[in-house]
């Protein structure tokens, strides 16, 4: 995820706090860093890691049942976005020659990952309990020690302190 627009076609309706977060959170010191290496390690979501984020830097909590429903909600998608991700890897290990197909699928994993989130937001909004920690839920999901958990909350910690 780079802070680059995506498709000028997309409905503003995708534009919300949760996506504002994500590109500026993604792009914050070692954020990025952390989060591929879940993704490539410990098969994480990305979406999920910054929809935790984005709760945990609110102040606010989750259910499980909210994380479950999450979960498989953008089960069917992410398989898509692992498509795409793979095709962009392939094209990328190809550039110069396929520089021009290398951005486009670029583009396009991005405008999918901003549905993700969208669909998140969209979730964000409905009534659930909030009784777990969004990093608590995503470290078990995802098998992070509390290490890593705890230098996650740290990076947080970071953006909102810099932020004010």
């Not at 259910?63 to 992410?78: I, M």
């Not at 964000?124 to 309990?129: C, I, N, T």
Request: hydrophobic share 40%; glycine share 6%.
């Amino acid at each position: 995820m780079t802070k680059s627009s995506p498709p000028s076609s997309v409905p503003s309706a995708l534009e919300n706090p949760l996506w504002e977060f994500s590109l500026d959170f993604y792009a914050h010191g070692d954020v990025e860093a952390f989060l591929l290496a879940c993704q490539e390690e410990r098969g994480a979501d990305v979406c999920l890691l910054l929809w935790a984020s984005y709760v945990t830097a609110a102040g606010r909590q989750l259910s499980e049942e909210s994380w479950r429903v999450a979960d498989r909600g953008l089960a069917p998608r992410r398989r898509i976005i692992a498509t795409v991700r793979n095709l962009r890897r392939f094209l990328g290990g190809m550039r110069p020659r396929t520089q021009l197909l290398y951005e486009r699928c670029k583009r396009f994993e991005l405008g999918l990952e901003q549905r993700q989130l969208a669909a998140l937001w969209k979730l964000q909004q409905e009534s659930w309990p909030e009784d777990r920690s969004a990093l608590a839920l995503a470290g078990q999901q995802y098998g992070l020690p509390q290490k890593e958990q705890a230098r996650w909350a740290g990076l947080i910690d970071s953006y909102c302190n810099e932020r004010g």
